[in-house]
């Protein structure tokens, strides 16, 4: 330490970070306790589950509780091989197993469904909006046409647009076009972005124009120039609006929310939400729940750190 | 950039999707929504004109009222609260330490994750009985709260801590159910704050800090005279974003407090919205709702743009 200063802001940002951290400890933690350990009431912070906790931070009360879980397998182990229960003794329950609150809620309560139905309109919505803003922004800056800048700024005034009050009338036209609960009403409200054909005008208008001028004088047309060259060239501004994008509707809920009412089609915010009116104290389910829903922003947040800070710093999204 | 003499009628084509989606999604809705506002529609039965009545019931409703008073609370709380942190930790991650890099992926963790997510993560956390909120504080041998149906407001609580009362006629403040969502939120959205403020303080030059070491200014004064200046126009953004934000708050609230909180102390305006919508289905009267959202929050943006600006230093 070359300074002493820097031990003090280590010990802030120390502390910070536990705030930060603690809530996702509790999360993953609660999430392989079983009903008991969580309802306990008491004075004292249990942050492992009991099974995972090492036997010299065990107190006295913990070998009681060993002695009688053990006693629980055993009888249930009994019941299983077809034994005889002694005289007056209650069934044993089914004992708990380190993945039971996932298996609740990724069987029994279908999010393998929502799981899969977010992933498929998430990418979905991904790689058509990636699609139809960059044959957009292309447009906007190789072509010349008749009212160019008008379309353009009629595009970017409508980002102003307040959009709780756009829920309601787009409500209303999907019910008239019988497009409530299916999967068009996710996807196809979703898939043009002006965001993003800003973003990647932005970058196409710095591509150097002789490429385009050289290419089209080899007789390659329009759609080849952007296949084959306008885009390969734009990968590192695709993979931070593709985060973007992909996030954005991972994440989205009201939408998914407001257009779809079948269990079929639930996405996994909203399946997460109708899991919290439900489940009442079933905390181990439901932190298992908030885990699987997290779970795969966390993996791609570590694979794409760099790109997913850009992209919500330059983007400037907010929920 | 503009090539050749010909005009490419085909840019149309490339242009087309995303203008007839926006078109449809959002050109036509807008107007259409301007139109159902002056009707009574619950989508079943025909739409029936009531004129300008549903801005009429608005300014006599007292429950729109509350969610307006209940907006305004989680914005003046929020906001601050949010810049305030996120500043100290931009300040300290600004120095050239250990670890910087571990650091802002703590930090920012939170920003990605799902709001429905880390709601019911939070719910736990308040939970009076098992949460672990309560649980810590009783090591302080502090008195367990109920936190999320505590309808306590802040302001007679710290008189009454004072042991002073607090009259009625005065506003009370927040809720203690609303504090504990707005701590939550704050801890959500912190990481893309800290982020914003140091870019914000990257690009303030290091020769001005030399300089003024030199001649003998305290760390004090090299923040009231150089970063606070200087990391003006930074604040400026994201005391307008979170503004923004603040007034269209609606995720926390539904997971957190789904009936609105005890004494509809977190009933807030999208949240109202919501129910009037889809739950009552009176459009008409939630889109009347929706255009006082919108010109507040537009009357906000302008008063920060003409107003606040002003103050913005711009090198």
Known sequence: MRNPFHLVIHALLIAGSVFMLVPFLWMVTTAFKNEDEILKTGQRIVILPDAWRPSFLNGPEDEERIRKEAEHRQAWADLQSGKELPAGARKPSKPFETFDNFREVWDKQDFYRYFLNTLFVSITITVSSLFLASLAAYAFSFFKFPWKDAIFMGLLGTMMLPQQALLIPNYIILSKLNWINTYAALIIPM??????????????????????????????????????????????????????????????????????????????????????????????????ASCLTIFPLVVLYFLAQKQFVESQATTGMKE | MVHGKKIDFGAYGYLLPVVFIILCFQVIPIFYSLAISFYEWDLMSDPNWVGAENFRRLADDPMFYKSLVNTLYYAIFSVPLSILSALCVAMLLNNPIAGMGIYRTIYFLPVITSLNAVSIVWNFIYHPEYGLLNKVLAIFHIAPRLWLQDPLCIMPFLAGLAGVGWPDWLPAGPSMAMLSIIVMSVWKGLGYNVIIFLAGLQNIPKHLYEAATIDGASRWQQFRHITWPLLSPTTFFVFTMSCIGSFQVFSQIYMMTPRGGPMKSTMVIVFYLYQKAFVKFEFGYALAIAFVLFVMVFAMTLFNKLYLEKKVHYS
């Open chain 1, 191 to 288: 898939i043009a972005s002006v965001y993003s054909v800003f973003f990647l005008r932005q970058f196409f208008l710095q591509l150097p124009k002789d490429l385009f001028e050289a290419a089209t004088i080899d007789g390659c047309t329009r759609f080849q120039f952007y296949w084959k060259v306008v885009l390969p060239l734009s990968k590192p501004p695709m993979v931070t609006l593709g985060i973007f994008t992909f996030l954005g509707s991972w994440n989205s809920f009201v939408w998914p929310l407001i257009v779809t009412n079948d269990k079929e089609l639930r996405v996994i915010q909203v399946g997460l939400s109708y899991f919290n009116s439900e489940a009442g104290t079933q905390w181990g389910p439901l932190m298992a």
